[in-house]
């Protein structure tokens, strides 16, 4: 059960993900926990994330995968804004046509009404 505890940055990540939480902070925090609960201290880690990121080639994509984070997520929100504007313009059409038809009806019918008085006070 000791053994296990030391997962528990996976555990931060699952949630941290689930929950839609910033993923550099995310993974970030579960490395910081991680590292705590396996008895590392701050320098530690800081030292030991320093030394793979100086000596290991695949610590710079961790580099490049920002910009590809940040580009995913202003695009997420793009298409959130125009899907919400294409709804907007949706709902006006329609709500044009339902009350721009039963407008035109409503002035028909008031035409009508005035013919007929019209037509009573001639007679």
């Given at each position: 059960m000791g053994d296990a505890i030391k997962l528990v940055g996976i555990v931060i990540v699952i949630i941290g993900?689930?929950?839609?939480?910033?993923?550099?902070?995310?993974?970030?925090?579960?490395?910081?926990?991680?590292?705590?609960?396996?008895?590392?201290?701050?320098?530690?880690?800081?030292?030991?994330?320093?030394?793979?990121?100086?000596?290991?080639?695949?610590?710079?994509?961790?580099?490049?995968?920002?910009?590809?984070?940040?580009?995913?997520?202003?695009?997420?929100?793009?298409?959130?804004?125009?899907?919400?504007?294409?709804v907007s313009r949706v709902q006006q059409q329609v709500v044009y046509y339902l009350f721009g038809k039963s407008f035109v009806q409503l002035l028909q019918h008031f035409h009508y009404v005035l013919e007929d008085i019209h037509n009573l006070s001639v007679l």
């Open positions: 993900f689930a929950l839609k939480f910033d993923t550099l902070a995310t993974v970030v925090v579960a490395g910081i926990v991680t590292g705590l609960v396996g008895g590392m201290s701050i320098m530690d880690i800081l030292s030991t994330l320093g030394a793979a990121f100086l000596t290991n080639r695949t610590a710079t994509l961790f580099i490049l995968t920002l910009p590809v984070i940040g580009i995913c997520e202003r695009m997420d929100f793009a298409i959130k804004l125009l899907i919400l504007s294409e």
